[in-house]
């Protein structure tokens, strides 16, 4: 996962607001919690915010971020509070709570040199959340829009730079699913949905790596149907797209047992 990426991009954010703080100047009890409702400088929470962050207590370094907007709401602090606040949430791995951060920053700051950053973090957000190619797909979806606005809105970042390598594991996962739709249906003979959803990876998803199988399992389902002319067009595509492969093997078999003159 990216966070030794993220990490040290975030917190450069707040690097200079640390000169000058020796200490946090505040009291916490020994069950971990800050009195963060009493009213304190802006320097203390800040660093009180920071602290937590650096031993590794996310959510609690979240609320104080969020508390630093509350109390100094026009203060500086409070727009990089907002979005230390939204990574703090990503690393305690409280992604609804992050992407919330990361949009109020974005609508408050849309301009700001961060923004970039902030669509990268609702990104990651819903990366973090793809469930496996049994489940619904909906936050996979979203984790590929998102992924996508990043390279959109900011080509030449290094933030669209991995949201590029993201996107085609994302799209491998959507043609996954599809797949496994498609082999659901094979098992059970339903021959034409089956062979629509792997025609839909062929033609969706045809870089991933789940495409030569679709072509094999579209010339399955065509023989089944009795349509041994779109077979053969499956099976030509597969041996001309990828010749070695073990799909195409088995297409060639299959062809030759059950169509031998189409």
Sequence with gaps: MQ???????????????????????????????????????????YLAAKDRLDRGQYQMAAALFDEVERQHPYSPWARRAQLMSAFSYYMAQKYNESISSARRFLSIHPGNKDAPYAYYL???????????????????????SALGEVQRRYP????????????????????????????????????????????????????????????????????????????????AVLGANYPGSKWYSRAYELMQKHAPGA
């Design 122 to 144: 609702i990104a990651l957000c819903y990366y973090e959340q793809i469930s496996d190619v049994t489940r619904d797909q909906k936050i996979t979806e979203q984790a590929l």
């Design 156 to 235: 030449n970042t290094r933030y669209a730079a991995d949201a590029g390598l993201k996107i085609d594991l994302v799209r491998d996962h959507l043609a996954g699913k599809e797949m496994e739709i498609g082999r659901f249906y094979q098992r059970r003979a339903l021959w034409l949905a089956a062979s629509l959803r792997f025609k839909e990876v062929v033609q969706k998803y045809e870089t991933t790596t789940h495409a030569p199988e679709a072509l094999y399992r579209m010339t399955e389902s065509y023989l089944a149907m009795g349509i041994p002319e779109e077979a053969k067009r499956s099976a």
């Design 3 to 45: 966070k030794k990426l993220i990490a040290p991009l975030a917190l450069g954010l707040s690097a200079m607001l640390l000169s000058g703080c020796s200490s946090l100047g505040l009291g916490g009890g020994r069950d971990g919690t800050d009195t963060r409702y009493v009213a304190r400088d802006v320097n203390t929470l």
